[in-house]
């Protein structure tokens, strides 16, 4: 089956430190992998993807590549800042309409 | 850009009552979900929808019913509202790309 596994929270940060949140998944075929982005309040927004092996996927300073060596697609950001405390989604779409969501690491950056 | 909408941000409902929860995309998508997210359990699939008038279970259907009338309106349906039903709700669309599309959530309070 699909299934997406991340690393638990919450992750406490200070601004400027290096960050990775874990995620790794199971599934059949060649899925397409994402990271989403919560940030309070709101609704999930798309903040990188890849759709094939040895992708990687760059935004706002994030990015992720996509392993199907060891199906991983780990979240890394250089320098984290106060802004980017949210909580951020791991996920997998394969064939057919269904995402697989992990459930969540919630990251606070303090200054 | 896509735009997802949903009719309440925050809406309180008393046990028993019906609760009705819309969501409108302005994207032509054929695919519509609805999912429930919950501290410590993320996103799990209520039901979605893959064309007008067509709908899915997803991993916790009971409870709810759906309603797609109209290509960019998906209805959720709490017959008789239960204060284990208290939560986020979030509505997403997607077209024919994986990426799916959320709104900004609807936090109901069942008293």
């Known amino acids: 089956g699909n299934s997406v596994t991340q690393m638990e929270g919450p992750v406490t940060l200070s601004e400027e430190a290096f960050l990775t949140i874990n995620c790794t998944y199971t599934a059949t075929g060649y899925p397409s992998l994402f990271w989403y982005v919560q940030y309070p309040g709101e609704g999930l927004q798309l903040l990188l993807k890849a759709t094939k092996a040895d992708d990687k996927g760059s935004n706002k300073g994030f990015e992720a590549t996509y392993r199907k060596e060891t199906t991983s697609f780990h979240l890394e950001k250089g320098s984290v800042q106060v802004s980017d405390s949210a909580v951020y989604f791991c996920a997998l779409a394969n064939t057919g309409n269904q995402f697989y969501f992990g459930t969540g690491t919630s990251l606070t950056v303090i200054p | 850009d896509v735009k997802v909408t949903q009719s309440s941000r925050y809406l309180v409902k008393r046990t028993g009552e019906k609760v009705f929860l819309e969501c409108v995309q302005d994207?032509?998508?054929?695919?519509m979900f609805w999912y429930r997210q919950d501290p410590g359990l993320g996103l799990r699939l209520i039901y979605f929808s893959y064309d007008v008038k067509m709908k899915e279970k997803g991993d916790i259907p009971e409870g709810y019913s759906v309603s797609r009338e109209k290509k960019e309106r998906f209805s959720l349906i709490l017959e008789s509202a239960s204060t284990n039903q208290t939560s986020m709700y979030l509505c997403a669309s997607k077209g024919q790309i994986y990426e799916q599309y959320f709104g900004p959530g609807t936090r109901l309070t069942v008293t």
């Open positions: 994207m032509d998508h054929e695919n």
